[in-house]
Structures are given as structure tokens and as C-alpha cells.
T-cell receptor
Framework: DGGITQSPKYLFRKEGQNVTLSCEQNLNHDAMYWYRQDPGQGLRLIYYSQIVNDFQKGDIAEGYSVSREKKESFPLTVTSAQKNPTAFYLC???????????FGQGTRLTVV | AQSVTQLDSHVSVSEGTPVLLRCNYSSSYSPSLFWYVQHPNKGLQLLLKYTSAATLVKGINGFEAEFKKSETSFHLTKPSAHMSDAAEYFCVVLRGSQGNLIFGKGTKLSVKP
């Protein structure tokens, strides 16, 4: 069954800690994306990668880091430098630059 | 620069009545446009997409949207709302040569019995 898997579904972090959100896809898509969703603000692009070993900052990259060592995987690390990390995080993937994106089920991160 | 504006943050309809969710776009060239739906604490699912073929686009679950270049609009409609349509809906446009997706702020649809 092809798709995008995000884990964990819920994540709690203490202030000052780094956490890593997992995103895996078996759709053979080249491009992968991370979005942050806050109530009433739609989705905002954090980082994206169009090919293995390459990635670019999106609109709100500060306080986040990513890696793309494998085509299937695009983990997102939320660092202690991110001032307000509590949000819903969505991972997506696409075939190419003019196609629709497929989304995972999201990870809800809460800072406690 | 490409952008989208969803004109209503919240729309409430009664079950069995028509649904209209409004979206205006800004694009310097012929855009690719999408509508996605999101149920609470879930990912986004594609409802339909416009990529410069037919201006009336049919999607899943009885939804459709009409691309109107003269009005720069891409409104989403459904003839008869169902309780299961209650969700948040996002209008999306592609941006730039790398085709990043630009999301509207969303419209929350409530369906009353």
C-alpha cells in the first residue's frame, strides 16, 4: 500500500530539547516537503528537497533542520532555537514540479 | 508573485443544501490550482486540480470547481452537503519554477443536521 508515513502521531518535548519527526514514503517520489500548520494560518513551508542529498529552506526554516540521505526518508529536527514549536507538522511528497502533493497524517508536537 | 485568498474563514450550511467555498488567486501566468480537504488531526487529501485543461473540474465526493480567468477565481461547489463534508478546505496555487505549493488560510465548513 503506497503512501507517506509520519511518526510519531503525537510528540511532547521539554523546552531546550531537540526532537526529530520521521517521514517515510514508498511512492518513489523525488520531491519531499515539510509544512507547519497553525490554526487560521494555513500551511507554511519549512524545508523541501527535490533530490537526494539536496534541500532548500522554505518560508519559515529558522529553528529547523533536515536531511535527505535516502529518497524514501526526509526527517525534520525541531531544534531548541525554534521559539514556538508547538504546532501540527505535515510531510508531503510529489512526482514533479507541476503535480499535486500527497500528505502524511501529521505529527502534533507540544512543548511542555 | 503567486498567492491565494480564501474569502471565508468559516462557512456553515444545512445538510442537503449547496456548498460554495470561495477562492481568488493571483498569478502572473496561467496557474495550476488545487483544492484539498483536511479532517480534524488528519493529513490533507486532494479533492481536485486544475492544470489548464477544462475550466470546470470535477473532483471526488461530488465536489467541483470552475476556473474563471476573468475573475481570477477558483470557487469550490457541491450541490448537496453531507454531514461527512464537515472539514477544513484549502485552496492551493503553484509558485515559481520549482512549483512550491502556496496554501490559502483555509475555510472551515460546518454542516448542520
Amino acid at each position: 500500500d503506497g503512501g507517506i508515513t509520519q511518526s510519531p502521531k503525537y510528540l511532547f518535548r521539554k523546552e531546550g530539547q531537540n526532537v526529530t519527526l520521521s517521514c517515510e514514503q514508498n511512492l518513489n517520489h523525488d520531491a519531499m516537503y515539510w509544512y507547519r500548520q497553525d490554526p487560521g494560518q494555513g500551511l507554511r513551508l519549512i524545508y523541501y528537497s527535490q533530490i537526494v542529498n539536496d534541500f532548500q529552506k522554505g518560508d519559515i526554516a529558522e529553528g529547523y533542520s533536515v536531511s535527505r540521505e535516502k529518497k524514501e526518508s526526509f526527517p525534520l529536527t525541531v531544534t531548541s532555537a525554534q521559539k514556538n514549536p508547538t504546532a501540527f507538522y505535515l510531510c508531503a511528497s510529489r512526482w514533479g514540479s507541476n503535480t499535486e502533493a500527497f500528505f502524511g497524517q501529521g505529527t502534533r508536537l507540544t512543548v511542555v | 508573485a503567486q498567492s491565494v485568498t480564501q474569502l471565508d474563514s468559516h462557512v456553515s450550511v444545512s445538510e442537503g443544501t449547496p456548498v460554495l467555498l470561495r477562492c481568488n488567486y493571483s498569478s502572473s501566468y496561467s496557474p495550476s490550482l488545487f483544492w484539498y480537504v483536511q479532517h480534524p488531526n488528519k493529513g490533507l487529501q486532494l479533492l481536485l486540480k486544475y492544470t489548464s485543461a477544462a475550466t470546470l473540474v470535477k473532483g471526488i465526493n461530488g465536489f467541483e470547481a470552475e476556473f474563471k480567468k476573468s475573475e481570477t477565481s477558483f470557487h469550490l461547489t457541491k450541490p448537496s452537503a453531507h454531514m461527512s463534508d464537515a472539514a477544513e478546505y484549502f485552496c492551493v496555487v503553484l509558485r515559481g519554477s520549482q512549483g512550491n505549493l502556496i496554501f490559502g488560510k483555509g475555510t472551515k465548513l460546518s454542516v448542520k443536521p
